[in-house]
């Protein structure tokens, strides 16, 4: 079973970018359907990208042409690349696996990383 870990958090003005990862022990990312998820406090959860094990990416509106989600399968590691970020985007981010990788991906999750802190400042 894959164990994610993320990293690449911090903080950033509005309009930058961050590169977050997230690797992970275990079975190879390439059998997963792999994403990212984020959760401001007080707030619901949101799917943010999810990304098959064909390469096929899925995102969710809010963050289609802005947010980029890969995988190094040689490293064993998934990416988000963000740029424009908002302010209202600050959350906890999330890698997680899933065992669906089209919309509402995120109501099937396995298992899940501790989470990397993004804020945004205005």
């Known amino acids: 079973q894959v164990q994610p870990v993320e990293s690449g958090g911090g903080s950033v003005q509005a309009g930058g970018s961050l590169r977050l990862s997230c690797a992970a022990s275990?079975?190879?990312?390439?059998?997963?359907?792999m994403g990212w998820f984020r959760q401001a406090p007080g707030k619901d959860r949101e799917a943010v990208a999810v990304?098959?094990?064909?390469?096929?990416?899925n995102y969710a509106d809010s963050v289609k042409g802005r947010f980029t989600i890969s995988q190094d399968n040689a490293k064993n590691t998934l990416y988000l690349q963000m740029n424009s970020l908002k302010p209202e985007e600050t959350a906890m981010y999330y890698c997680?696996?899933?065992?669906?990788?089209?919309?509402?991906?995120?109501?099937?999750?396995?298992?899940w990383g501790q989470g990397t802190l993004v804020t945004v400042s205005s």
């Open positions: 997680a696996t899933s065992r669906y990788c089209g919309e509402n991906w995120d109501r099937y999750l396995e298992v």
């Open positions: 990304i098959d094990s064909a390469g096929t990416t």
């Open positions: 275990g079975s190879p990312y390439s059998r997963y359907c």
